[in-house]
């Protein structure tokens, strides 16, 4: 395994390898709807940040089929593609693939909106992606990550991306017209960081930073960290379709599935390696997932690293109510113990 780990984020074996083979027009698409989207959008305060969200809000409003999460599955389940697809996502058909991603991204869409989740994430997840040297190394070059009110910008935005991808990022108002586009924004996500990324290489190992090792490292830092705190506080929830929702987002962003975890289990044992493996800062010394170590981190990245909730994210209230209602039994049980 470690000899994969400064690889690009194409792995044959991941959902975006087969896709770039399967339709390299989507992708190439993708990329250039990033690109148009880089050249009209102005950046902010001077420095190399440009607020990216609307890329991402315009797949939403596009009516046609391009970007349906149905006919990209029919690609993924086509007859020269099935086999690898299927060993990929378990799944054996299109339609059992769509039922088992739109299941687990329910769960984590549920999981996401907890009071415990949010915490978890604005006060540990974001910051212990800089224990990876190569993220560590990406930010650190890029100077606008050292200033508070860009890098609570960044946080605000990176989680209205993620919620945007659990939705399904259909319109709010609309959603039920059309087809969700949870793959091809997904994608997007992957091309503009390929683009905005994959330049930047390691002062130290001259390695890319924008790497199999750090993408997959990241991936932990959200669904491992999180999982552990639900799994401390003894909140129910499922698991399995957590990790699969999980496995199947770095699949798309073309982390190899052999750096995706299939389960809690795994997912600890991956972040072990990580830290034995020394692809983080601090020493072979494993900190355990929800105790943030911040002597491990840039002091600069710390300095700097700010949240402050937005207007914005009050969108998502009807959506946190739905799903509160619609999970009532699991708190009904937790209360009970």
Known sequence: MTAILGNPLTAANSLYGILSVAEPTLLTGLADHWNQHRDRTPTVDG?????????????????????S???LAGVLYGPPFAANTAAVT??????????????ARDEAFYVFLQGQSVNELAQVSFLSTYYHHDVSELFVQRPHSRMRAIVSRRVIETA?????????????????????????????LAQMHNRLLAPYRSRVTERPVYNQSSVAFTLLTFSYVVAQSWVDARYEFDQGRWYYFWKLLGSLLGIDSRLIADNHAEAGDLWRRFFQAGECRGGNGV??????????IDAGLVAGYHFAPEANLLQWVPAFIVTQLRNAPRWYRYFRR
């Open 287 to 296: 900190p355990y997932a929800t105790n943030l170590e911040e002597d491990r």
């Open 90 to 103: 378990g799944a054996n058909t299109a339609a059992g693939f769509l039922r088992d991603f739109e299941a």
């Open 47 to 67: 420095t190399a940040y440009r607020p990216a969200l609307g890329a991402f809000s315009a797949i939403s409003s596009f009516w046609g089929n391009t970007y």
């Open 160 to 188: 209205q991306v993620m919620l945007r991808i659990l939705y399904g990022n259909m319109s709010m108002g609309w959603g039920t017209l059309y087809s969700t586009r949870t793959l091809a924004t997904t994608l997007l």
């Open 69 to 71: 999460d149905q006919r």
